[in-house]
């Protein structure tokens, strides 16, 4: 099943190799704040909206509702033009993406400082918490969904559902075992994958929504 799609800052990334990924690219440990606002063309000189790539641009409006919604965990429409556009965009940035860094260590940005180890057993675990400048932004309750996620260069069934919170909530979750859109196979992710996380988050304050986005390599079990 192709879990809900959207959203404009898609990932871009790349990196170096450091124990704790703080200092890594904005291309390897991306995101955005978005907003009602359609995103200003950059062709008329204006300066594209946080979190929106300048040649991609995409309309808060735009987003498929359930993403925005993400209450019933249900998919949108995979046929419709803003959800295979924008599932279109994921595939063609995690393809041209190496993940030459670790899934170890703090990853700090501002919208979410996400915090990754993997256990002896072989699961990828991460702890999701937003910065202060997301809570403000957001509203004190907010939705986190994880709309793509990708394996290797192909997408799987993303391992996170919608979660509804309080804002200082840890939005954890993990992965070990996947399965490819489509049911075209699966198994469990091995030492050296490159996976890829987005993550969308819908404020309780109208109109306000980010997103975060990180590509690494996984690393042995017991790395932190």
């Not at 969904?145 to 391992?159: D, E």
Request: aromatic share 8%.
């Amino acid at each position: 099943m192709l879990v809900s799609a959207a959203t404009a800052g898609l990932l871009v990334i790349a990196g170096a190799v450091p124990a704790a990924a703080a200092d890594v690219s904005d291309d390897a440990n991306g995101g955005g704040f978005l907003t009602a606002a359609t995103v200003p063309d950059p062709a008329d000189g204006s300066a594209p909206e946080a979190g929106v790539a300048p040649d991609d641009p995409v309309a808060f409006d735009d987003i498929a509702p359930e993403v925005l919604d993400g209450s019933d965990g249900s998919a949108p429409d995979a046929s419709a033009p803003d959800v295979e556009a924008a599932a279109d965009r994921a595939a063609a940035v995690h393809a041209r993406t190496p993940a030459n860094t670790m899934c170890t260590g703090t990853w700090t940005h501002p919208v979410s400082t996400v915090q990754f180890q993997r256990a002896s057993g072989g699961t990828l675990a991460w702890s999701f918490k937003l910065s202060n400048a997301a809570k403000s932004a957001l509203g004190p309750v907010v939705t986190v969904t994880m709309p793509f996620s990708y394996v290797n260069g192909k997408a799987i069934n993303p391992p996170y559902h919608p979660h509804t919170e309080p804002n200082w909530y840890n939005y954890h979750g993990s992965l070990n075992r996947f399965q490819f859109i489509g049911g075209s196979g699966g198994g469990s992710i091995r030492t050296g994958d490159k996976v890829t996380f987005y993550w969308f988050l819908k404020g309780s304050k109208p109109n306000t929504a980010a997103d975060r986005y990180i590509t690494c390599q996984v690393p042995r079990p017991g790395s932190a």
